[in-house]
């Protein structure tokens, strides 16, 4: 495992955590870094990602407004702050690097990221 995601937890609703991602060994690689959930049964859904370089961010229409991506090139971490937190957003959260192309439609897809780490458990109570 190369990426070390951390920082989920149980937590009510409407409350908030963050999340860190920090590369093991290396630093982070390509355009930048992702951050995933998947909930039981379901597929992996894009949450956010932001660029290494101009730290551009995107983020997935269910989190938007309530969660920030950040990054910090001193620590060479970057953090998922998550706000406003609801019980749909329970989920195994993942941070991914090594993607190639910085556009808004790659940084999407699951597809385009080359490492992932193992996932923190991120469960919001009703």
């Known amino acids: 495992v190369q990426l070390q995601a951390s920082g989920g937890g149980l937590v009510q609703a409407g409350g908030s955590l963050r999340l860190s991602c920090v590369p093991s060994g290396r630093t982070f690689s390509g355009y930048g870094v992702g951050w995933f959930r998947q909930a039981p049964g379901k597929e992996r859904q894009f949450v956010a990602a932001i660029a290494w370089r101009d730290a551009r961010t995107y983020y997935g229409d269910p989190v938007k407004g309530r969660f920030r991506i950040t990054r910090d090139p001193a620590t060479s971490t970057v953090h998922l702050q998550m706000n406003s937190l609801e019980p749909e957003d329970t989920a195994v959260y993942f941070c991914?690097?090594?993607?190639?192309?910085?556009?808004?439609?790659?940084?999407?897809?699951?597809?385009?990221?080359?490492?992932w780490g193992q996932g923190t458990q991120v469960t919001v109570s009703s």
């Open positions: 991914a690097d090594d993607i190639k192309y910085g556009d808004s439609y790659s940084v999407t897809r699951t597809a385009s990221y080359g490492d």
